[in-house]
C-alpha cells in the first residue's frame, strides 16, 4: 500500500490553537498563538477519513456547536474542503469523498481567532490526509482567503500564528506572507473571554477612517521597537512598548470595566494589558506565575460577565496546529 493509501485509510485529527491578534503594536500584522498551561486544548479539532458512502460529509460537534450554521454549505470546514478540492483536482489530483468532524471549544466573535482556528485546522488536516500536496506558503495563502471571506478582509495575524505557532510578524511578501518573532520564555499570557458578542465587523466599524500622521508615526516607532527589543531579549523595554493607539482608544467604549480591570492588572505587576484581536477577549502579560495567578483572579472578579465566561493563564504555544490523538 502507498503512503497516500495508508494515509487515506485512518482518521486524522487536527487541532489549531487560539491566537491573540493585533498583540496591541500590530494592528493586522502581528499574531501569537497561545495555550494554557493546564493542558486543555483551547481550539479547535477537525478529524478527516474516507467516506464510508461515496459522498461527502461534515458532523459537527463541541461546547459551541450550536453557534454553528445549520446549513453545512455555510460552515467554514465546508468552504475549505470546497477551496481545496478546487486547487487539489486543478494540480491534477485524485479527490477522494471523506467525512469531516468539526469540534468547536472556542466561541465564536471571542477576539481569539475562533474562525482562523476552524480554517487552520480543516485545510491542514485535509493537506495530511492527501499527503501534503501544498506548500507551507501556499496553505497559509489559502488559509488568508477563506478567512478573509468571513471576516471582510484578508489579514492573516490569527491564521498564521495558529497555523506555524509563536509570535508571526506579517511581512507580505510573495514568497514568505510572516516571520516568526523571538518571544519570551518565562512569559505568561493570561486571557480572559467575558461573554460578550463583539463582532470583527463592529469593532472595525467603530475605528476612524483616517489617522493624524503623528499617531502614524508613534504606533510605527512602538511596533519597530517592540520586535527590536523582542530580537535582544530586552523584556522590560519590549513591553514597555506595547501599547495599542490604533484600535484600543476607540473599541474600549464596546467592553465593559475595560479601564478599570486594565488599571488593576497593571497595579499587580502585569508587564502589559490590552485586547485581543476586536475583542472582547483581553490579555495581560505576567513575568511570574504568582503575578499571572493574581491576574487570573483580578479578571474573573471585575471583566467576566457570566458562567460561560474563561480565564486562562497561558505560554506561548510554539507548535502551531498539529495532529493529535483523540
Known sequence: MTDSLESQSKAISVFAPVSIGNVSVGFDNLGLAVNPIDG???????????????????NC??????????????????????????????????LQFVELTLTKDIPICSGLGSSACSVVAGLVA??????????????LEMMGRIEGNISGGIHYDNVAPCYLGGLQLMIGLEDSISQSIPTFDDCYWVIAYPDIKVSTKMAREILPDSYPMNE??????LLAGF????????KQQAFSLLKDI????????????FDSTKEMLLQEGCLSVGISGSG???FAVCDSIDIAEKAKTVFKANYIQSGEGFVHICKTDKQGARQVNI
Do not use: M
Open 40 to 58: 486543555l486544548l483551547l481550539g479547535d479539532l477537525v478529524q478527516i477519513k474516507l467516506s464510508s458512502n461515496n459522498e461527502n460529509s461534515l
Open 61 to 94: 460537534q463541541g461546547k459551541y456547536q450550536s453557534i454553528l450554521p445549520e446549513n453545512k454549505e455555510e460552515n467554514i470546514i465546508w468552504l475549505c474542503l470546497i477551496e481545496f478540492n478546487k486547487h487539489y483536482s486543478k494540480n491534477g489530483g485524485d
Open 126 to 139: 485535509l493537506n495530511e490526509f492527501y499527503q501534503n500536496p501544498f506548500s507551507e506558503n501556499e496553505l
Open 216 to 221: 502614524v508615526i508613534q504606533s510605527s516607532r
Open 227 to 234: 520586535i527590536d527589543a523582542s530580537h535582544r531579549q530586552n
Open 246 to 257: 490604533v484600535a484600543e482608544p476607540y473599541r474600549t467604549k464596546l467592553l465593559t470595566n
Open 280 to 282: 472582547p477577549t483581553l
